[in-house]
């Protein structure tokens, strides 16, 4: 499918592994089937955190994003993360993953930008250029948090959005909710369409009530139907209702995302386990397997949340 715009609830699906850390295909293709089917759902991203990208090789980055295009099966858009450190094996892995047939890519940073690279406007909007040379396929700008040296400043965002074709939308992370105002604001001044999908998994209607067109979140593969309707929501002006929604999510955020927030996923897929989606919550190491304290206190998550009965009723 062509993609001119991204926009609605496109969940960072999760990747299970079986018990000698391969690819667990039939668990994934649940998985995403479970996903797919949410109403609402607009999009499915493979191949970045969530799928714990950092530990697959170039390989397994293929296979997986053959098997999502596989069980998607064109009901909605594709969007395939490019997760490298240098400008020629990005756009080389670019024309890789169109030719597999993704829809749109996701760029991270590269981890080489840690230095403060990107707040070099040459070297910033290059990545992104040397990648768009190589591809068709429309691209989203991943926006890191403001302390972290991957973070891509206002001014350096507005001019890769403005000057590379190819970008059609950003994924704000930026966890400071002053400069998501900003860059929404001077992204929206722009003579071209750029969607703003927030990633603010933690405080989301903050968010949604500056503006945002879109939810892009590794959270969206344990909760898709709660961002569903918290978006839809906010797109009515119904605040008291989105902030319910918000209400219930903030049981799961809080234990998700609290301190270690790099155990987020991992508490994910034990989430995924203890509601029998998953046959298994590992993943690969670094990660270590959640505590049984920590698994019951997921467990209650799940349940305040209402996570469970989501899944029992599909």
């Not at 592994?17 to 499915?44: A, N, P, Y």
């Not at 080389?92 to 230095?115: N, S």
């Not at 966890?175 to 604001?185: A, G, L, P």
């Not at 990633?199 to 903050?206: E, I, M, R, V």
Request: charged share 20%.
């Amino acid at each position: 499918m062509i993609l001119k715009t991204l926009s609605g609830v496109i969940p960072a699906h999760l990747l299970p592994f079986d018990k000698s850390l391969g690819i667990d295909e039939v668990g994934l293709r649940r998985h995403i089937r479970s996903l797919v089917d949410t109403d609402g759902v607009t999009g499915i991203t493979t191949v970045a955190h969530a799928s714990e990208v950092a530990s697959l090789s170039d390989a397994e980055q293929g296979q997986l994003l053959d098997l999502v295009i596989d069980e998607v099966a064109g009901q909605v858009p594709v969007i395939a993360g490019i997760y490298d450190t240098a400008n020629a094996r990005a756009a080389q892995r670019a024309r890789r993953f169109e030719a597999a047939g993704a829809d749109a890519l996701l760029i991270f940073p590269p981890a080489t930008w840690d230095m403060g690279h990107a707040q070099l406007p040459a070297m910033a909007a290059g990545y992104f250029s040397d990648i768009a040379e190589a591809t068709t396929l429309p691209m989203i700008v991943f926006v890191y948090p403001t302390f972290s040296g991957l973070h891509i400043p206002t001014d350096n965002l507005v001019r890769i959005c403005a000057e590379v074709p190819n970008v059609i939308a950003v994924k704000e992370w930026s966890n400071d909710i002053i400069t998501y105002e900003r860059n929404y604001r001077e992204l929206k001044q722009l003579d071209k369409q750029i969607s703003v999908l927030s990633s603010f998994s933690k405080a989301l209607l903050p968010s949604l009530v500056v503006g945002a067109d879109g939810i892009l979140s590794g959270h969206g593969s344990i909760v898709a139907g709660l961002h569903v309707a918290l978006f839809r929501a906010m797109q009515v002006g119904d605040l008291g209702e989105a902030r319910a929604v918000s209400a219930r999510l903030y049981a799961s955020t809080s234990r998700i995302y609290k301190d270690p927030f790099v155990n987020g996923h991992n508490r994910m897929k034990t989430t995924l386990n203890l509601l029998d989606e998953f046959d298994c919550a590992l993943g690969r190491p670094p990660y270590v397997p959640i505590s049984d304290e920590e698994r019951e206190v997921l467990a209650v998550a799940a349940q305040e949340t209402g996570i469970s009965m989501e899944l029992e009723n599909k």
